[in-house]
Every structure is written in structure tokens, then in C-alpha cells.
């Protein structure tokens, strides 16, 4: 596709940044541009041929996206030396180099064409600069310059990135658009350092995707897979990875060229937390001798280490030290602090001999991982120069954050967090789960603690993990460049890179949507019984929601140009279509259940819808592995369906269903919505059981539909009829004839209504069987305010607030999209010290009417974070009216760790939810108003429930209560 006479300016974050660098895809006056590609002609790519090889690389990379963007391929000079200038005429020139090392570069600035002193001595800063008749015989320059060897590349992507070059442009098949000139606006632009020194992902539990993906496509994990994750980190300006280790992987052994090829790509190699001295775990297994433990076999690990240490030369490489047990378990059942610190010490030791430099010239990460947090909690501490690494506990809740460093004190602190796990309470590996504004909310916050050395995400087997890799990487540039408001914008400056501006805005939703569907719970976590059934019809509601979803996705699909299928798949529907799939496999279950233990003919229809979805499941699979020719062959292979422990299936296993043994003759039969309906409660519906023979009660504030599920217990189809004994009852259907199942929704005409508290009744008949329903109302004349009581529970959006109020230093900031239901309302900044004055916190207050009086329970739903801070507990402040403000800790009960698989912490990141109570006497019906101040960072409020005695159990909690606008 070539798009003509349209100027494109590319707004792309982290482009935020670097904006100024402004691409033109079409100009009339191309005297103000430097033309980078004009028809047909391409300027010539120069670089010093002795600089390091990432220059050249990078210098290859640019030429190769021109020619993807206009299908000429400019020509890569490698000026082996200055004098070879003289020889060469050109009209255009684009330099790359570091200011450094580059002749060229050293050369213009001689001549006093350029500047270069604020890149010196910096870290990966670059700067983009045209230049007039920078030698004798070329009439423009546009030179990128690195301040190092991979500030360069990044110099490079970023004009790779505004010429229409995606990061994932092979990793997802994003298309790059054709254009037939290039233009960039004469700029002298100078990137700032990245905030986050190194910034990483560490491709993990990669088997069977990732493994047998690069088995198929390269012939191993070798140096050209490797290939493909060097130039993936180098677009997205990261620079740090942990490799692939599932076993037996083994990243320095497997292919001797992959830590070369690293060096050369600029990659800062290190190994995961559990693999000490750069060893992969099973390396131990293949070369190490006897026992996996200090006490007992000190001098072999001592040997084995140093000969980790021995191969890596002077590649820029982050040795991993300290110790964990043999793979990812505990060293030993105390925390033997002292044992820790003496492996350390000679582990470093060993780095002093091998490098024949003091140790502290070898960078080095300390990982705090799961019980290693214990040490640390214990007052271990390591060198200054050691990078200790704190983690989240694997489900993207953040442990622990160093308190503010006096002057005095230089450590330096990263932080190791999850998109993918594998461990209890069940691993996550098939779907991205991860909502980029968690990332956002506990990365920020992680940052304003000052952890800014290491940002290191295991990412799994990368894909389909695209979009939460990409966020990370650029809020690692700069996490002051982000804020709660920019997300929604990120979203759509991401669908944009990849698919064009036309449908970015609608895109940018989907993406939104599906992560947070997925992040209500993992797929692998969902059962039959996730959602209810029964209450608040959940369970429609997230067929519902999924169903909408991949309409919506669908009719983008159709209206994007083909070209952007492939990627559009990969990126956006496949995802949403195989979530949609498994959840409504898991809601048919789960009727299947339901209509089963109630005898309904409906029972079996379910259970055949379950297969049908579970079918549907292995086609998805494989349509996904049959794309673009099988490139992504074994990419979607994890099993997820049918979990019995932590660990994943060997196959994908469908939620058990049954099947009823039906008469032949129609039975009729009916259950209330919200009502109650015990296991075999159809005995006999008119006898006295425990059975609603009665709906829920009306009232005209609420103005509510109720459903009464006709329902058949026979094989022929059943003929039914409803009717009302009163004009005000109104009903959806009168009769019908239904094989299992059938809705009958009631609603009040409320000018027709009596007023006060009255019943009427609906009759249901058909098969011989006649049925009296009890319809109560209350036509009350309450004067309503806020959010409305309805059937004993007011449920509030957390960033539905009345009002608001921010104190002097600190504000509460609403995170777009946070949450499984709503938005969320955050303390900002976040590392605020404890507002525990009452007067100088800021508080969020929300109006209510209630039905009733009495006290009530409160239910906070708060994001599981964990108690960071360890003193005591994240809180805040609430009250109903004018009662005493209550304190309380959401992180009350948490006393044993999480790596312990402690009960509390198993429940919250199962859910991705704290449901945090209290309870308060709340006097007279009508209007009130509750109050939270919240007075600890960290604290993420995504919704608030209170019950004034009729909550019911489901998992998110009833919708949003309806709000009335004060008058
Ligand atoms: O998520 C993690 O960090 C761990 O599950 C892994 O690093 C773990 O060590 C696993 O791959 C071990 O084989």
C-alpha cells in the first residue's frame, strides 16, 4: 500500500520523548527536510568500520528498514579510514556512531559541525542532528551518535520506529507501510539517559512453546534465535536478559556463538536468581559433581563457578550471586544468613581472580527471590555495588521496597516481576493476564522508592505477551514520562505503531478490555463455578462482556486492510476469541451444574455446549499455529484447560459435565432469579420447602427486571403460559414453548402500581401443572441521593466518587481501566510517608441512599498488594456520616509469607482482589455519605460494596448500584 500526500507524524510513546524527531512521509519543500529517501534514491548509511560491531549492526538494521519501507536498500559504507572521504560524493549521508570511537563523528566535531560534550562519559543517551556540508563533496548529514555503542542502535531504532518500522514487525508481523519518500525535519535532538539502567526480560518456563517453537524454526535455542531476541530487546531499547533455562537449556553450553552474539548485539547477558556465576541449572546436572550444597561441597561449586566466570571474557555481563537451593527451592529450612554471606564473599573472590580486577568492576545482582527475602528481612546486606533485586510474589504484587537511602548510603536496587509463572496457587502461561496499568501502578511505585538499577519481567515465551512487554520497556526509559491519564493514550499510541492510525481509538479499548476480562482471573484458574450462575446473572455477564468484545474485534478485523490481519490476529483477536471461547466453555459448565442438580432439561444442552466450546478450544489453537505459514507453529501449545494442582495438565482436560435421564412427557418447572433454589427443590415447587415461591421485591428507584426461568424436565418441547393478576405486573412473554429453558422477565408499571408495599402474583402453567409467583413491591417516595440500595447492597466504582478532596502534598489519582471492574483510585506520589493526620490525607466521599438502618459491613475491594513497607500494613481511614473514622489495614492477617503459599495470599491473587471489611451503625433511611481517606501508597481501591444484608456470593460482586444526581 503506498500512501500519498498525507503527512504522517508519528506520535508514538516513547516517541513522547523524542517527538521532536519528526519523519514526513510527503513534502513540497523538501529544502526544509533532509531526505532520508526520495524517488527512488536513498541516502548512503556511513559508519567508522572501527567501532564496535553493534555500530555496523545497527547501521545494517536502519538500511534494511528503509529498504522495508521503500524497497530500495541504501547502501552500508564501513569507512575503514578518514581519508577515505575524500573519494566519495554524496548528496545525503547518514551517520552512525558513538561519539567516542567514531573518526567521522571526532572529525565533524573538529570542524566544529556538531557538538558532543553532553554525551560524554553518558549512558546510552544518543543524539539525531542534521548537518550542511558536513565533508567537502557532501551536501547533508543527518547524523545519529550514541554516547556508547547501544545508545547509537537506540538513536537508530527510533528513526527505524518513525519511519513505520515496528518493534514487533517480525515478532508479530506488523506491516510496514510503503512509502515512496522520506523526509526528516532538520532537528538537532538529544535523548536523555534511560531512568532504568538495565531493562530486560527473561524468557522462562518457555516449554513447550518457546522451546519447540525455536527447535522447529532454528534448529535449538542457538545464536540465531537468539538473533531474533537481541534485535526484539534493541527496538525496544532494553538491554539485559536472563535466558532461556528450561531445562535442559543451557545458554553459554548449547551454542557457544549465543554469548558472542549477545556481545555483539550489545545485550547485557545474566542468568536467572536461582543460577549463580552465570552456570544455567543445568549445567550443575551435566558438569558439577556431588551434592548442590555449600556445606558439603564448597570446593567443587567453587570450581564449577569460576569456570561460569572464566567464559565470559570481557562480554558486558551481570553476574547473578548468592545461592538458592537446587532449582527453584529454599537452600536450606532456616535462613542461614551466615552461610549466605560467606558464599558471597567467595563468590566474589572468585570474580577478583578470574577478572584479575577488583570485584566491584563486574556488575553483580544479589536476587531477592521468595525466601531469599527472609535473609534480607534478617538485615543481610551486601556491597555497594551488588544490584540487590527485589521481586514481586510472582503475580505482579510488589514485596518489599528499600527505604530512602541517606546520603551516605549507595545501594543499588531492581526489581524482578512476572507476566507469566509458574507455581502456585496455579501457573499462568498461556494468555497475557497482565493489565498494563498494574504495571504502571506498582512499577511507579517501585521507582519512586528509588529502584531504578535493574528492570528485569519474565515474560514467558514472549508471545503473546507483546503488549505488556512494550509497556514495560518504555515506562523502564523514563516512568516520569507516564502518568495514570496517559494510559489510555498508550493504548492507542500502541494500536497505531502496529495497525495504523484508522482504527487505533477502537483497538486501544479491546486491548484494554480483554487484559482486564483476563485479569479478573487467569484461564487456567476458571471453573465451572468461577462466575455464579445463580446471582447477579454473572455469569451471562462475562459471556456477555467476551461475546461483545470479540464482535467488536471482529468487525475491526474486517474493516482493517489485509495486510494487517496477520498481526491483528496475533495482537488482538486470537486472544479475545480463545478467551471468549474458554469462558463461555467454563459458564456452560457451569449451567450444566446449575440446571443438573435442579433436574431441568437444560442440564444436558450444557453439557453439549461444553464440548462444543472445548472443540472449539484445539481449533483456535491451530488456526493460530497455522498463520503466516506456520511461523508461529507451537506458540499457543500450553495446555490450560483442566488444572487438578499448580502444575499444568500433560492435555488439555474439559470440565466434567452430566447428563439427566428424561421422561419422555414435558415437565414444567421454574427458578426465581436471585432466588432461592435448593438441589432437588423441584420436588415439589408447591409444597412447603425452602423454595422462592416469591421474586425479589421491586421498587421504583430501582426500577428492576427479574426473570422467572421456565424451565422443562421432559424430552418433548413444553407449552407454558404466564399471566398477572394485575395490570401493574408487566411481563415479557405470555407464553411459550421451550425444549429446556425459557426467560420470563417481570417489570412494574409504576404509574399502574399502588403505592407503598403491595403483591401481586403471576400464574405459570403448562403440562398439566399450574404455578402461583408472589410479586412484592415497595413503592416508596425515598428521596434518593448517590448510589441506590438495591435488594441490600449499595456496589460503587471506585473512581465514582461525589467528591474529592487532595490535601497539600498528596492527591489521589484515578488509574483508567484499573481493576476488575471499574477504574481505581491511587495515593500519588508514591512515596509518600504515612498520612496518618486525618487532616493533611486526602479523601475520595461517596453519596448513598439506603433502605434501611442498622449497621452495615463495608467491603473495601483493594488490589493485593502486598505490605511493601513491612510496618504493618497499608491503610486507610473510612467512615459512614459523622461516625469516628476507622483505621484499617488491608494487609491485616498476612503474617505468613507468600512464598509459604499462605492462605491469604493463595485467595488474593486467585481472585487479583482483597475484599477488606468493616462495620459501621449506620441511623436512618435516605441519603448518607461515605468517606475513605486514603493515607498509604500503594493502596489501590477498585470498588466499594456495602451490604446492608442481602449481599450475595459471586465473584466480582453485584454491577454498579444506579446513581441518582443530587437535585
Ligand atoms: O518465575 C520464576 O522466577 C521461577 O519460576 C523460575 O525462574 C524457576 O526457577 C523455573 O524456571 C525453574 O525451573
Known amino acids: 500500500?503506498?500512501?500519498?500526500?498525507?503527512?504522517?507524524?508519528?506520535?508514538?510513546?516513547?516517541?513522547?520523548?523524542?517527538?521532536?524527531?519528526?519523519?514526513?512521509?510527503?513534502?513540497?519543500?523538501?529544502?526544509?527536510?533532509?531526505?532520508?529517501?526520495?524517488?527512488?534514491?536513498?541516502?548512503?548509511?556511513?559508519?567508522?568500520?572501527?567501532?564496535?560491531?553493534?555500530?555496523?549492526?545497527?547501521?545494517?538494521?536502519?538500511?534494511?528498514?528503509?529498504?522495508?519501507?521503500?524497497?530500495?536498500?541504501?547502501?552500508?559504507?564501513?569507512?575503514?579510514?578518514?581519508?577515505?572521504?575524500?573519494?566519495?560524493?554524496?548528496?545525503?549521508?547518514?551517520?552512525?556512531?558513538?561519539?567516542?570511537?567514531?573518526?567521522?563523528?571526532?572529525?565533524?566535531?573538529?570542524?566544529?559541525?556538531?557538538?558532543?560534550?553532553?554525551?560524554?562519559?553518558?549512558?546510552?543517551?544518543?543524539?539525531?542532528?542534521?548537518?550542511?556540508?558536513?565533508?567537502?563533496?557532501?551536501?547533508?548529514?543527518?547524523?545519529?551518535?550514541?554516547?556508547?555503542?547501544?545508545?547509537?542502535?537506540?538513536?537508530?531504532?527510533?528513526?527505524?520506529?518513525?519511519?513505520?518500522?515496528?518493534?514487533?514487525?517480525?515478532?508479530?508481523?506488523?506491516?510496514?507501510?510503503?512509502?515512496?519518500?522520506?523526509?526528516?525535519?532538520?532537528?538537532?535532538?538529544?535523548?536523555?539517559?534511560?531512568?532504568?539502567?538495565?531493562?530486560?526480560?527473561?524468557?522462562?518456563?518457555?516449554?513447550?512453546?518457546?522451546?519447540?517453537?525455536?527447535?522447529?524454526?532454528?534448529?535449538?535455542?542457538?545464536?540465531?534465535?537468539?538473533?531474533?531476541?537481541?534485535?526484539?530487546?534493541?527496538?525496544?531499547?532494553?538491554?539485559?536478559?536472563?535466558?532461556?533455562?528450561?531445562?535442559?537449556?543451557?545458554?553459554?553450553?548449547?551454542?557457544?556463538?549465543?554469548?558472542?552474539?549477545?556481545?555483539?548485539?550489545?545485550?547485557?547477558?545474566?542468568?536467572?536468581?536461582?543460577?549463580?556465576?552465570?552456570?544455567?541449572?543445568?549445567?550443575?546436572?551435566?558438569?558439577?559433581?556431588?551434592?548442590?550444597?555449600?556445606?558439603?561441597?564448597?570446593?567443587?561449586?567453587?570450581?564449577?563457578?569460576?569456570?561460569?566466570?572464566?567464559?565470559?571474557?570481557?562480554?558486558?555481563?551481570?553476574?547473578?550471586?548468592?545461592?538458592?537451593?537446587?532449582?527453584?527451592?529454599?537452600?536450606?529450612?532456616?535462613?542461614?544468613?551466615?552461610?549466605?554471606?560467606?558464599?558471597?564473599?567467595?563468590?566474589?573472590?572468585?570474580?577478583?581472580?578470574?577478572?584479575?580486577?577488583?570485584?566491584?568492576?563486574?556488575?553483580?545482582?544479589?536476587?531477592?527471590?521468595?525466601?531469599?527475602?527472609?535473609?534480607?528481612?534478617?538485615?543481610?546486606?551486601?556491597?555497594?555495588?551488588?544490584?540487590?533485586?527485589?521481586?514481586?510474589?510472582?503475580?505482579?504484587?510488589?514485596?518489599?521496597?528499600?527505604?530512602?537511602?541517606?546520603?551516605?548510603?549507595?545501594?543499588?536496587?531492581?526489581?524482578?516481576?512476572?507476566?507469566?509463572?509458574?507455581?502456585?496457587?496455579?501457573?499462568?502461561?498461556?494468555?497475557?493476564?497482565?493489565?498494563?496499568?498494574?504495571?504502571?501502578?506498582?512499577?511507579?511505585?517501585?521507582?519512586?522508592?528509588?529502584?531504578?538499577?535493574i528492570w528485569i519481567a519474565n515474560v514467558g515465551d514472549i508471545k503473546p505477551m507483546e503488549l505488556p512487554i512494550s509497556f514495560f520497556l518504555d515506562l523502564a526509559w523514563d516512568p516520569d514520562a507516564i502518568q495514570a491519564s496517559d494510559l489510555p493514550v498508550y493504548y492507542e499510541n500502541w494500536a497505531n505503531q502496529q495497525f495504523g492510525a484508522g482504527h487505533a481509538e477502537e483497538i486501544a479499548q479491546l486491548l484494554a478490555l480483554y487484559t482486564k476480562y483476563n485479569s479478573r482471573r487467569t484461564p487456567e484458574m476458571l471453573t465451572a463455578s468461577t462466575y455464579s450462575v445463580e446471582n447477579y446473572r454473572e455469569a451471562d455477564r462475562i459471556v456477555n462482556e467476551f461475546n461483545e468484545l470479540l464482535e467488536r474485534s471482529s468487525a475491526v478485523y474486517d474493516k482493517l486492510s489485509s495486510e494487517y490481519h496477520s498481526a491483528y490476529f496475533q495482537l488482538v483477536h486470537s486472544p479475545i476469541e480463545m478467551c471468549a471461547n474458554l469462558n463461555e466453555m467454563y459458564v456452560a459448565a457451569g449451567k450444566n451444574r446449575y440446571y443438573g442438580i435442579r433436574g431441568a432439561a437444560a442440564t444436558n444442552y450444557y453439557a453439549e455446549k461444553t464440548k462444543e466450546h472445548f472443540e472449539n478450544a484445539a481449533r483456535l489453537t491451530q488456526k493460530y499455529h497455522e498463520i503466516e505459514n506456520g511461523k508461529w507453529n507451537h506458540m499457543m501449545s500450553q495446555t490450560y484447560i483442566g488444572y487438578t494442582y499448580w502444575n499444568h495438565p500433560p492435555l488439555n482436560l474439559m470440565p466434567g459435565v452430566s447428563y439427566v435421564q428424561l421422561q419422555e412427557a414435558e415437565v414444567l418447572g421454574y427458578l426465581i432469579e436471585n432466588g432461592r433454589a435448593p438441589r432437588w427443590g423441584w420436588l415439589d415447587v408447591e409444597a412447603d420447602w425452602d423454595f422462592s415461591k416469591e421474586m425479589p421485591v421491586f421498587d421504583p428507584i430501582n426500577d428492576q427486571n427479574y426473570y422467572i426461568d421456565v424451565i422443562n424436565r421432559g424430552k418433548n418441547e413444553l407449552a407454558f403460559n404466564v399471566e398477572s393478576n394485575e395490570d401493574w405486573i408487566i411481563l415479557s412473554s405470555n407464553s411459550g414453548v421451550t425444549q429446556y429453558h425459557e426467560m420470563v422477565y417481570v417489570t412494574i408499571d409504576w404509574d399502574l402500581a399502588p403505592e407503598g408495599k403491595a403483591e401481586g402474583g403471576i400464574v405459570l402453567s403448562g403440562a398439566g401443572e399450574k404455578y402461583h409467583i408472589k410479586v412484592p413491591i415497595n413503592n416508596h417516595k425515598i428521596e434518593a441521593i448517590g448510589f441506590v440500595e438495591n435488594e441490600g447492597v449499595i456496589a460503587i466504582e471506585a473512581d465514582n466518587f461525589s467528591r474529592k478532596s487532595d490535601s497539600e502534598n498528596a492527591k489521589l489519582t484515578v488509574v483508567p481501566n484499573l481493576g476488575r471492574t471499574g477504574s481505581s483510585i491511587v495515593l500519588e506520589p508514591m512515596n509518600t510517608e504515612r498520612l496518618d493526620n486525618l487532616e493533611r490525607a486526602p479523601f475520595v466521599a461517596y453519596d448513598f441512599t439506603s433502605f434501611k438502618e442498622g449497621e452495615f459491613t463495608v467491603e473495601v475491594h483493594v488490589s493485593p498488594t502486598q505490605d511493601f513497607k513491612r510496618e504493618g500494613g497499608l491503610m486507610y481511614f473510612i467512615a459512614i456520616d459523622d461516625e469516628e473514622p476507622q483505621l484499617i489495614n488491608t494487609n491485616r492477617g498476612e503474617d505468613v509469607p507468600d512464598y509459604k503459599y499462605a492462605e491469604w495470599w493463595l485467595r488474593s491473587v486467585g481472585d487479583n482482589i482483597k475484599k477488606v471489611n468493616s462495620r459501621h451503625k449506620v441511623g436512618g433511611v435516605g441519603h448518607h455519605t461515605l468517606k475513605v481517606w486514603l493515607i498509604d501508597p500503594g493502596v489501590v481501591i477498585q470498588r466499594i460494596v456495602i451490604n446492608t444484608g442481602g449481599l450475595k456470593p459471586s465473584y466480582l460482586g453485584p454491577d454498579q448500584s444506579n446513581f441518582i444526581e443530587p437535585k
Not at 535455542?221 to 536478559?241: D, G, P, S, T, W
Not at 542468568?271 to 541449572?281: F, Q, V
Not at 527472609?374 to 543481610?380: H, L, T, V, W
Request: glycine share 6%; with cysteine.
Open 1 to 453: 500500500m503506498i500512501k500519498k500526500s498525507i503527512i504522517v507524524l508519528l506520535l508514538l510513546l516513547p516517541e513522547l520523548l523524542f517527538s521532536q524527531v519528526d519523519v514526513k512521509f510527503n513534502v513540497s519543500d523538501t529544502d526544509q527536510y533532509f531526505e532520508i529517501f526520495n524517488k527512488n534514491e536513498a541516502a548512503k548509511i556511513w559508519f567508522d568500520d572501527n567501532e564496535n560491531v553493534l555500530i555496523k549492526k545497527a547501521s545494517e538494521f536502519l538500511s534494511e528498514d528503509i529498504e522495508r519501507v521503500t524497497g530500495v536498500l541504501p547502501a552500508v559504507t564501513g569507512m575503514a579510514a578518514i581519508s577515505d572521504l575524500g573519494k566519495i560524493q554524496a548528496k545525503n549521508v547518514i551517520i552512525v556512531g558513538t561519539a567516542e570511537n567514531s573518526t567521522l563523528i571526532k572529525t565533524l566535531v573538529k570542524d566544529g559541525k556538531i557538538q558532543t560534550k553532553d554525551l560524554d562519559g553518558q549512558w546510552e543517551r544518543f543524539r539525531i542532528q542534521t548537518v550542511e556540508n558536513p565533508f567537502p563533496g557532501i551536501d547533508h548529514a543527518l547524523v545519529i551518535i550514541g554516547s556508547d555503542r547501544r545508545g547509537a542502535a537506540y538513536g537508530v531504532f527510533t528513526l527505524s520506529e518513525k519511519i513505520g518500522v515496528s518493534p514487533w514487525y517480525w515478532w508479530s508481523d506488523v506491516p510496514v507501510i510503503k512509502q515512496d519518500q522520506i523526509f526528516i525535519e532538520k532537528v538537532d535532538f538529544l535523548s536523555s539517559s534511560p531512568k532504568i539502567k538495565y531493562r530486560g526480560i527473561f524468557i522462562n518456563d518457555e516449554s513447550p512453546a518457546f522451546r519447540n517453537w525455536a527447535f522447529e524454526k532454528f534448529g535449538g535455542i542457538n545464536h540465531q534465535c537468539y538473533e531474533k531476541v537481541f534485535e526484539l530487546l534493541l527496538r525496544n531499547k532494553a538491554n539485559f536478559l536472563w535466558p532461556s533455562m528450561w531445562l535442559p537449556t543451557m545458554f553459554y553450553v548449547d551454542d557457544p556463538l549465543n554469548p558472542k552474539t549477545a556481545n555483539d548485539f550489545g545485550i547485557v547477558m545474566s542468568t536467572s536468581h536461582h543460577e549463580p556465576m552465570t552456570r544455567a541449572h543445568q549445567e550443575w546436572e551435566e558438569f558439577g559433581e556431588g551434592e548442590w550444597n555449600y556445606v558439603t561441597n564448597s570446593e567443587r561449586l567453587k570450581e564449577f563457578w569460576k569456570g561460569g566466570l572464566e567464559r565470559i571474557g570481557d562480554y558486558e555481563t551481570m553476574v547473578t550471586v548468592g545461592m538458592r537451593g537446587d532449582g527453584d527451592d529454599a537452600m536450606s529450612e532456616d535462613t542461614a544468613v551466615d552461610l549466605l554471606e560467606t558464599i558471597i564473599k567467595d563468590q566474589r573472590v572468585i570474580i577478583e581472580e578470574v577478572t584479575q580486577k577488583p570485584a566491584n568492576h563486574t556488575p553483580q545482582v544479589w536476587a531477592i527471590y521468595k525466601e531469599v527475602q527472609d535473609y534480607f528481612d534478617k538485615g543481610m546486606r551486601v556491597d555497594d555495588d551488588i544490584t540487590v533485586l527485589f521481586s514481586d510474589d510472582n503475580w505482579g504484587n510488589i514485596r518489599y521496597l528499600p527505604k530512602k537511602q541517606t546520603a551516605a548510603q549507595k545501594s543499588k536496587y531492581g526489581m524482578y516481576y512476572h507476566f507469566d509463572y509458574v507455581g502456585a496457587p496455579t501457573s499462568y502461561r498461556w494468555q497475557n493476564v497482565t493489565q498494563i496499568e498494574r504495571v504502571w501502578e506498582q512499577m511507579k511505585l517501585t521507582y519512586e522508592h528509588g529502584v531504578d538499577e
